[in-house]
């Protein structure tokens, strides 16, 4: 940009296309914003090239900082085509409110948006849930509509097929936590309590959580995308209009299969947790592997095993309510799907850590 004398003159050169990257006009607005004295912007376009709509758009920005600080444009040295296009874009004026304007809500508006949100969810939750334990219900009396064979094959999804993920993340835990323990009972010069503290922490609480999770993120998330799969293609509607209950022949197998195969799993999990323990114990803790598994059952009871297959059984309640429950929310769109399958995750993981804080109060205050 030249000038004197309060006359300021912008200078093209070269082409100025979209596909040539022209500069911006930010650069040379901050120039305008910061220069005072200018009364007059003119042009010089002799080495100007070719031009498109970038050379207009950038024109137009460029005008209407001119306008805010009160500077004429002249607009004579412009190509011709280049002076028409700018007189169309000039021709009707702007309609009000067209422009988006982002509005900030002040803190106590958004806090209270978020907590009606969080009051309708949680709504919305204990209706299914409750819509879930009467299709339970029916199951025990013999009324509920469902397919045996839907059943079984949830089952081998939820349970085989998610045997060598869990048998991974369980034994390297297991490990973490051995070696965490042995760094720390070596000071006392009490390594063989390593085999208490991963036994306990693995039956009581880790092997129901590691597993609940990971059926969360695989099990759970498929729950929620079959089901809305079926939203999307209208097939829950047909199944209402065939005077068909969706959960029952939906939810329910969902429903009894993590039930009764998440404590298996969690049995399973506490095992390969035990071993991957007693493969650090052996090795840097300088334990036998017989006195490791000595030291491990005489740690454990039955109520510690009770309350790691109770909390297993929650924990595939609450999966599977979660991922039926989004999946039945799934709007009509395709994307609706993907919003599904993520909430689906998140709603479960989060009920499982409340419901792991208020079961270990729970045990705690019945001395179990």
Not at 163 to 173: D, K, Q, Y
Request: charge should be neutral; proline fraction near 2%.
């Amino acid at each position: 940009m030249l000038g004197d004398s309060g006359n300021a003159t912008l200078q093209f050169r070269g082409v100025w296309a979209i596909r040539g990257r022209p500069p911006t006009a930010d650069e040379t607005m901050r120039e305008l914003d910061q220069r005072s004295g200018i009364r007059t912007l003119g042009f010089a376009v002799d080495d100007l090239g070719g031009w498109d709509s970038a050379l207009v758009t950038f024109l137009v920005r460029i005008i209407a900082t001119c306008s805010a600080h009160d500077i004429e444009v002249d607009q004579s040295a412009l190509p011709d085509g280049v002076r028409g296009l700018l007189k169309l874009a000039y021709a009707v004026p702007e309609r009000t409110g067209a422009r988006r304007v982002e509005k900030s809500e002040p803190f106590l508006v958004h806090l209270g948006k978020d907590f009606i949100d969080l009051v309708q969810s949680t709504g919305e939750v204990v209706a299914f849930l409750g819509l879930s334990v009467l299709s339970f219900r029916r199951f025990l009396t013999g009324k509920a509509r469902y397919r045996k064979s839907d059943l079984w094959l949830i089952m081998q999804h939820a349970g085989a097929d998610a045997l060598p993920i869990i048998s991974l993340v369980t034994f390297l835990v297991g490990m973490i936590l051995a070696f965490i323990g042995i760094q720390q009972l070596a000071r006392f010069g009490a390594k063989i309590y390593v085999a208490d503290l991963v036994g306990l922490a693995t039956v009581m609480q880790i092997g129901a959580l590691i597993t609940a999770i990971v059926l969360a993120g695989r099990t759970g998330a498929a729950f929620a995308a079959q089901i809305g799969t079926m939203q999307v293609n209208e097939e829950i509607d047909a199944l209402k209009t065939l005077a068909i209950d969706p959960m029952d022949f939906l939810v329910l197998p969902r429903m009894l299969a993590l039930m009764l195969m998440t404590p298996l799993l969690c049995v399973y999990a506490d095992l390969m947790g035990i071993l991957g323990g007693a493969l650090v114990g052996t090795l840097v803790g300088d334990t036998t592997l017989l006195q490791y598994f000595q030291q491990t059952r005489a740690a454990i009871g039955l109520n510690h095993v009770a309350q790691g297959l109770i909390n297993a059984v929650v924990y595939g309640a609450i999966v599977a309510v979660s991922g039926c429950l989004r999946g039945m929310q799934c709007g009509r769109s395709a994307s609706s799907v993907g919003l599904a399958t993520t909430s689906a995750v998140v709603t479960a993981i989060v009920f499982i850590v409340i419901a792991a804080a208020v079961l270990t109060v729970v045990y705690n205050a019945l001395g179990f």
